[in-house]
C-alpha cells in the first residue's frame, strides 16, 4: 500500500500544496475474507478523483458501487490496497451511518468531538450555538443521541463534522431524514463554506441537485467518471484520469438533464 | 492526564451511568449469585484445597469466597464487552478528529478500570456480609485483579465476535475457567488449567480468604497474565480503531 497523507492531525491547518485539499490516484481496494470458499469483492478499481479549496464535488453512483468505501479512503479510517491519496488540511467526515455515542447527550457530543478537533471551550459554545441554529435543533440540545429522531440524528453527524470549520468536508448522503427546509439550509451552509474555501465532497443520491456541483463524480464498476457542471452540459463519457472509458456515464447524466425539472426531496433519496 | 483523556473518561462514565441495565446487573448479580449461594449451602465444612493444602473450611465461607470471582468475572466481562460496543462506532472518528491512539486507549483503559473497580466493591461488600476474609486487602486486590483480566477480555472478544457472541462467550468462560476449573472443592484439575485467565488470581483470592499469608507467586502470576492481556487488549483495539 503506497500511502501518503498530509496533515493528518484533523486539527492542523492547511499545507501548501497548491490548491488541492485531496487527490486520490489510481486507489484500488478489494474486500477480502479470511474464510475458505467466500469471493473477494473488488470494489475501487484506479479510481482517480480531486477536490479543490472552495469546490463542490459531488460523488453518484449505484447502491453498491464504492461510494461510501471511497469516502472512507478519502478521510482516513479505511485502508486501501493500492493508490496515493493525498490530503491537506483538516478534515470533516460525516459517515452516512451517524457514528455518535449513543448516550450522550447533543451537548456532550460538542464537548467531545471539540475537545478532541483541540478547541476551547468557548470555540465549541459557539459552533454549538452557530449549528444547533442553523440546522434548527437548539431544543434537543440536552437529549441523548439514542432519543433523537433520524433526522435530527443527522444533523448531529453532520454537526460534529463541521464543528471546527475544516479545509475539507466529506459528507456521505448528509441530508438522509432531513425535512425540506433543513435540506435548503443545508445548501445554503454548503455555498457558504464553498465562499470559505472550503473544498466539500458530497455522496449524493439526488441526481437532480447536480447544478449545485461543480464537479460530479460517478463511480462505476470500480472508476470515477469526472463531469464538470457548468454553464455548458456537455457531456462526456471520457473518463479524465483513469483511461477508462464508461459509455454509461453519459446516459447517467443524460437522464439527470433530462429529469433536471423534478426535484426529488430529501426523503425520496435512497439510502445506500 | 490531559483534556482529551479527562473528557473522554467523563463522557464514558455518564454513558454507564446512562446504563439501567447494567446498573441494574451490578446492584442485583452479586447479591443474587453471592448472596444466594451462601444463603442455600448447608451450615458443615467441606474439605477445599487451599495453598495446596487439604483443609476444611465452612460451606457459607466458601461459597461467599468462592462465588465473589465467579460474580467479578461475569460482571467485568459484560462491563468490557459493553464499553467496546459503545464506543467502537465512534472511536475512529474521534481518532480522526484528533484523539492520538495514546489518548484512546488511556481513555478507555481508565474508564474500564473505574468500571471494575465499582464492580469489585458491589461484590467484596455483598461477600463481606457473609465472611471475613484472613486478608482482606489481599482478597480484595485478588478479586480485582480476575476483574481486569475478565474486563479485558470483554473488551477484545466484543471487538472479535461482537455483541451477541461476546455475551456468549463473557458469560460461558467465567463458568468453565472459575466455577469448575479453579474450583478448590475439586481435585486432579489437568496442568493446562493453569493457562486459563483466573488460575492465578483465583488461587490468590482463596488464599487470602482463608490464611494468613500471601503467595508472592500466585500475584505475580496473576499481574504478570493481566499485563499480557491488556498488551493484547491494547492491540486489539488500537488495530480495530486506527485511522490514517
Known amino acids: ?272 | 492526564m490531559n483534556r482529551r483523556v479527562t473528557t473522554a473518561v467523563r463522557m464514558g462514565v455518564r454513558e454507564f451511568r446512562r446504563t439501567p441495565v447494567l446498573l441494574a446487573l451490578l446492584v442485583f448479580l452479586p447479591a443474587y449469585i453471592i448472596g444466594a449461594f451462601v444463603l442455600l449451602v448447608p451450615d458443615v465444612d467441606v474439605p477445599a484445597t487451599i495453598d495446596g493444602t487439604r483443609v476444611a473450611v465452612p460451606m457459607t465461607d466458601f461459597a461467599a469466597a468462592f462465588m465473589t470471582p465467579v460474580t467479578v468475572a461475569i460482571l467485568s466481562g459484560i462491563v468490557g464487552l459493553f464499553l467496546v460496543q459503545t464506543s467502537q462506532a465512534a472511536d475512529d472518528r474521534l481518532r480522526l478528529a484528533g484523539y492520538t491512539a495514546t489518548d484512546l486507549v488511556v481513555s478507555r483503559v481508565g474508564t474500564l478500570g473505574l468500571g471494575i473497580v465499582v464492580v469489585t466493591m458491589a461484590s467484596v461488600v455483598v461477600a463481606v456480609f457473609a465472611f471475613t476474609p484472613e486478608s482482606t486487602v489481599p482478597f480484595v486486590a485478588a478479586t480485582l485483579l480476575v476483574g481486569l483480566t475478565y474486563g479485558i477480555l470483554g473488551v477484545v472478544v466484543g471487538i472479535v465476535l461482537g455483541r451477541l457472541g461476546g455475551v456468549y462467550v463473557m458469560l460461558f468462560s467465567p463458568m468453565v475457567d472459575v466455577l469448575l476449573f479453579q474450583n478448590p472443592l475439586a481435585t486432579d484439575a489437568p496442568e493446562w488449567t493453569k493457562l486459563l485467565p483466573s488460575h492465578y488470581a483465583t488461587n490468590a483470592l482463596f488464599d487470602a480468604a482463608f490464611t494468613s499469608s500471601i503467595d508472592v507467586w500466585d500475584f505475580g502470576g496473576a499481574v504478570v497474565y493481566t499485563v499480557g492481556l491488556l498488551v493484547i487488549g491494547v492491540l486489539v483495539f488500537y488495530q480495530a480503531t486506527d485511522v490514517e
Open chain 1, 1 to 272: 500500500m503506497n500511502i501518503a497523507s498530509k496533515g493528518d492531525d484533523a486539527g492542523g491547518t492547511a499545507n501548501s500544496s497548491g490548491d488541492t485539499v485531496v487527490s486520490a490516484n489510481s486507489v484500488e481496494k478489494t474486500y477480502d475474507s479470511i474464510l475458505p470458499f467466500t469471493r473477494s469483492v473488488e470494489v475501487l478499481d484506479g479510481a482517480t478523483l480531486h477536490v479543490e479549496r472552495g469546490q463542490v464535488v459531488g460523488i453518484m453512483g449505484e447502491n453498491g458501487s464504492g461510494k461510501s468505501t471511497l469516502m472512507g479512503i478519502l478521510a482516513g479510517v479505511l485502508d486501501h490496497d493500492a493508490g496515493e491519496v493525498e490530503r491537506a488540511g483538516s478534515i470533516g467526515w460525516c459517515p452516512q451511518e451517524p457514528r455518535l455515542y449513543d448516550r450522550l447527550t447533543v451537548d456532550e457530543t460538542f464537548q467531545l468531538f471539540g475537545t478532541a478537533y483541540g478547541m476551547s471551550d468557548d470555540e465549541i459554545v459557539d459552533a454549538r450555538a452557530w449549528l444547533t441554529d442553523v440546522l434548527d435543533f437548539e431544543r434537543f440540545r440536552d437529549r441523548q443521541i439514542r432519543h433523537l429522531s433520524g433526522g435530527n440524528r443527522q444533523k448531529v453527524n453532520l454537526s460534529v463534522a463541521l464543528m471546527h470549520e475544516p479545509d475539507l468536508l466529506l459528507l456521505d448522503e448528509p441530508y438522509t431524514g432531513f425535512d425540506w427546509e433543513t435540506f435548503l439550509a443545508f445548501w445554503d451552509l454548503t455555498e457558504e463554506l464553498r465562499a470559505r474555501g472550503v473544498g466539500v465532497a458530497i455522496i449524493s443520491h439526488i441526481i437532480n441537485e447536480r447544478d449545485r456541483f461543480d464537479v460530479v463524480y460517478e463511480l462505476h464498476e470500480g472508476h470515477l467518471h469526472r463531469q464538470e457542471i457548468g454553464d455548458d452540459d456537455g457531456l462526456s463519457s471520457e473518463p479524465t484520469d483513469d483511461d477508462v472509458a464508461c459509455e454509461r456515464t453519459a446516459s447517467f447524466i443524460d437522464e439527470a438533464g433530462a429529469g433536471s425539472g423534478q426535484r426529488a426531496t430529501a426523503g425520496q433519496e435512497e439510502s445506500e
